[in-house]
């Protein structure tokens, strides 16, 4: 389903050996313990009841050397009757209980524990937190975070205090000025003093915060009357709740490692999880961290005492808390939270909002200098930081080490991976982050990182001395490599493409067209190239999908997507451009190298959905299925035939990812209303696919003096889901030969041949002749 693009069965073709699986493993955590069984397990009482249950237990199994003859034996005790006559040892053995039936137990055993070590870690803070304060009392009305830290004084960006920032400027050492605030927030059963609730708080039993209703998060708040320190006049949302139930932030921290840093490798579990839930109290750094994993995995949280107003309160809450402390630090801490909120506003919609936390998170790591590999790193005492431009030289200290290091270079990766996904699905925006600044060398495989083993990768492939050789490397270590390594190179292919596609052309211009074919054949060998390159493992993901657990190979089905991703957006150019010429004709090898991408990424869909995994993928992966599907009408526009059935099933699977990330579902109304009026009424694929391109090409009319008369268009909702499917195929763009003459008048031979090339990409004259491909190549991979 990767190497072949002819019958859609690509890599799982390739021979090779089950891989590892150690790259994924440190984001799943997974107890083996047994739970003692019931005979084991007795109550404090008489000791004659649980010996007397024991002796029947035994009375109906037969002693083992009967059982070894096959023999049926009396049972009798001390001995059976056949070892008493041959003065035999009779022994009976106890039946043990399947394994199996333990396995809810052991399951339920294990959430139990770890509710009350989370609920034992945060009373511990509570105290540290409260002996460290002098028993201070938290400023009524104001969320502990505000109230406990200096964030309000600091209306500097660049987090200085009184006497300046500190010598590391925004790093992270510069967050201790800050001081520590508890990990949790006062519980609203607790009075308006800190004092009450430690004084009365033996009152409140273990069991009781356990076992809690299920109706709301909050009700346990107003179980009982007796709980001293409770004011009748709480609110139910108080300012003080901006973070869940300990037990539920235990859950939520440990689904942000199942379903989303499994394809968002920037944090590690050990480590995250020693912080949050560690001895000491948390710093604000970390708790704004620890808001932005609740707003993004809430989707994912199916605890019925979470209502769904309290999701909403716990999402904005979190989410504004993130917000505010990004735009008022410039820290790597900082930055980490705000990529985790930018994924939780990308996956929800790819709109302005997106777009402006993107902005941000951009400027940041410019302003950080984290695009390149520096060696060398200034620092000045605090008196002597200067306010002025030269503060970006101060704003990151040296990574103290190497984990700290590569955290550092993921995260700059992480963020070139959401600009290249958002500027392709919006189509006309350039990249924010240039291609050129990147000079980071490739994150390495995750279980490295997790170890903290200081390794090797790849660096950034040096500029080519031939279009058509291979890439040259200064340091290349393709053993240390992992997923998100290859997701990174594929993703500066793909920014190629769109570079590429985005520069226009004269396709009535024989040098135009040798010129382009030959960049299109350099991208499409460095298509093949990169899959050929991939290890021997990454071959096999279709049947493992099935054989183990899907979240170890999520990686993997992102990884594919993204390889669609980027032969779609190449070759659709060649296989159905919007402009044609007699020397650029749609092309029959393009066609089918769509063909067979789109196909295969419905087969590995259907593997992720019988394997019940298509939640542990993200929003990359339902923007691949978005393009896939499309292709499919595009391709029904081109030819003049019926939309392929397949189409169905990706509106399926895009609403069944829309259950967490509701972009998906977003793709797939606009899909299922586009393919409903294409069956259903008289509007053919192809008038769709030129309304879309008229009202594109109106819209993007441009005055040419300030006084000119401007003008609306009223566009109904099938115009603009017209415009959503088919305009990121409107490929290539052509170069403007109407141009103005020195008299002001427009070119009227030149105007009229544009006019002749627009009607020649009207035309649906059925699938191309192989025979007459103006590309000159042959099958993929030959």
Request: glycine residues 6%.
């Amino acid at each position: 389903m990767w190497s072949s693009h002819d019958n859609g069965t690509g890599m799982a073709a390739i021979n090779a050996p089950p891989p590892s699986m150690t790259e994924e493993d440190a984001n799943s955590a997974v107890s083996n313990d047994e739970a003692p069984s019931d005979d084991d397990v007795g109550p404090a009482g008489s000791a004659d009841a649980p010996r007397k249950r024991r002796r029947e237990g035994r009375q109906k199994i037969s002693c083992e050397l009967c059982k070894a003859r096959k023999v049926k034996c009396d049972r009798a005790e001390p001995a059976c009757s056949w070892c008493a006559r041959r003065n035999r040892t009779c022994v009976y053995l106890e039946r043990h209980k399947p394994k199996g039936a333990q396995a809810g137990f052991n399951l339920e055993l294990e959430v139990k524990v770890n509710r009350i070590d989370a609920l034992l870690q945060a009373l511990g803070r509570r105290v540290e937190d409260h002996i460290a304060h002098d028993h201070s009392v938290v400023t009524p009305g104001l969320p502990p975070i505000v109230s406990n830290s200096n964030s309000l004084s600091q209306i500097d960006s660049f987090h200085r205090d009184g006497n300046g920032p500190s010598p590391n400027g925004l790093s992270r050492d510069a967050l201790s000025s800050q001081g520590r605030t508890p990990a949790y927030p006062t519980p609203v059963w607790q009075g308006g003093n800190g004092q009450d609730g430690i004084q009365h708080g033996d009152q409140i039993t273990l069991p009781a915060l356990l076992n809690q209703p299920t109706d709301s998060s909050f009700s346990r708040s107003h179980s009982s009357s007796n709980i001293t320190g409770l004011r009748k006049d709480t609110p139910l949302l108080s300012p003080a709740a901006d973070l869940p139930p300990h037990d539920m932030v235990y859950t939520l921290v440990d689904l942000y490692f199942k379903h989303c840093n499994t394809w968002c490798p920037i944090l590690d579990r050990k480590t995250t999880f020693g912080t949050f839930f560690g001895s000491t109290s948390l710093e604000e750094a970390d708790r704004v961290l620890l808001h932005a994993i609740v707003a993004t995995t809430l989707r994912f949280f199916k605890d019925s005492r979470l209502s769904r107003e309290m999701r909403e309160h716990y999402h904005a809450v979190s989410k504004h808390t993130v917000q505010i402390y990004a735009m008022e630090h410039i820290s790597i801490p900082a930055l980490r939270a705000l990529v985790i909120i930018t994924l939780d506003e990308l996956g929800t919609s790819n709109g302005p909002r997106g777009w402006n936390l993107l902005a941000l998170l951009v400027q940041n790591v410019r302003q950080l200098d984290l695009c390149e590999e520096s060696s060398v790193f200034l620092s000045a005492q605090a008196e002597d930081t200067p306010h002025t431009g030269s503060i970006r030289r101060l704003a990151t200290g040296k990574p103290e080490s190497w984990i700290e290091d590569e955290g550092r270079r993921r995260l700059c990766w992480i963020v070139y991976l959401l600009d290249r996904y958002a500027t392709i699905a919006t189509i006309t925006f350039d990249f924010m982050l240039d291609d050129k600044r990147m000079k980071r060398v490739l994150p390495c495989s995750y279980d490295l990182f997790s170890r903290n083993v200081p390794v090797e990768t790849r660096s950034s492939p040096s500029p080519p001395t031939n279009q058509q050789g291979p890439a040259e490397y200064t340091i290349n270590k393709p053993e240390n490599l992992g997923s998100f390594s290859y997701h990174c190179e594929i993703l500066r292919i793909l920014t190629r493409v769109h570079d590429f596609l985005k520069t226009p052309f004269d396709v009535t211009s024989s040098a135009d067209m040798a010129g382009w074919r030959n960049t299109y054949r350099s991208l499409d060998g460095a298509l093949d190239s990169w899959l050929q390159s991939l290890p021997s493992e990454y071959s096999r993901i279709s049947a493992l999908c099935h054989s183990d657990p899907a979240s170890r190979v999520a990686n993997w089905f992102m990884l594919h997507s993204a390889y669609v991703t980027c032969v779609v957006r190449l070759h659709s150019s060649a296989a159905y451009p919007t402009v044609r010429s007699n020397i650029f004709v749609p092309s029959h090898y393009a066609m089918q190298r769509c063909l067979s991408a789109v196909h295969s990424l419905g087969d590995i869909a259907r593997d992720v959905l019988e394997a019940d995994g298509l939640d542990l993928l993200g929003p990359p992966f339902a923007f691949s299925l978005w393009v896939a599907a499309r292709l499919l009408v595009v391709h029904a526009a081109a030819v003049g035939s019926p939309v392929d059935s397949k189409i169905d099933f990706f509106v399926e699977t895009l609403r069944h990812v829309g259950q967490h990330w509701e972009v998906a579902n977003n793709y797939a109304k606009i899909l299922a209303r586009v393919v409903r009026r294409g069956r259903e009424s008289n509007i053919s694929f192809a008038a769709m696919r030129r309304s879309a391109y008229d009202l594109v090409t109106l819209a993007s009319t441009t005055r040419q003096s300030g006084l000119e008369q401007t003008s609306t268009q009223v566009t109904s909702l099938s115009e603009l889901d017209n415009i959503d499917v088919f305009d990121f195929f409107n490929y290539p763009k052509v170069s403007e030969v109407a141009t103005i003459a020195s008299s002001g008048k427009t070119n009227l031979l030149q105007s009229q041949q544009m006019d002749e090339l627009s009607l020649e990409a009207r035309r649906t004259n059925g699938p191309p002749d192989p025979e007459s491909d103006w590309l000159g190549l042959g099958t993929p991979f030959t």
